[in-house]
């Protein structure tokens, strides 16, 4: 498609195009490359937001201080102890995967 830059220096693509972003990129060789672009909105810090305090029996909170989360967490109490108990016992992620690295790297001893 051929435009003209007119006197102003726009350049009107039509109402197709109408209140699209496009990023505007100009290369060396004086061309213009016109990039789709959505804009993401950003979402307000939690701080900044009010939350309502969740009551909890018998005081207890998850570590964190993330109180949006403390009714889920309330709501999976038993789960979240039971999981803990099996990293306690088992091991992290990274404490299983590094044993198990250990157990590979050494060479099997014949009896």
């Not at 937001?49 to 964190?64: E, F, M, N």
């Not at 403390?70 to 803990?84: G, K, S």
Request: charged share 25%; proline share 7%.
């Amino acid at each position: 498609m051929l435009k003209e830059v007119g006197a102003s220096g726009q350049i009107s693509l039509g109402k197709k195009y109408a209140g699209r972003l496009y990023e505007v990129v100009i290369h060396d060789d004086d061309r213009f490359e016109l990039l789709p672009m959505k804009v993401v909105p950003q979402s307000r810090p939690l701080a900044t937001q009010r939350i309502q305090p969740v009551s909890t029996p018998g005081g207890w909170v998850p570590p964190g201080g993330y109180t949006q989360c403390t009714q889920w967490a309330l709501d999976n109490r038993e789960a979240l102890t039971a999981y803990a108990a099996q990293i306690e016992e088992e091991g992290t992620a990274a404490e299983q995967l590094e044993r198990y690295l250990s157990q590979q790297s050494r060479p099997e001893q014949s009896t």
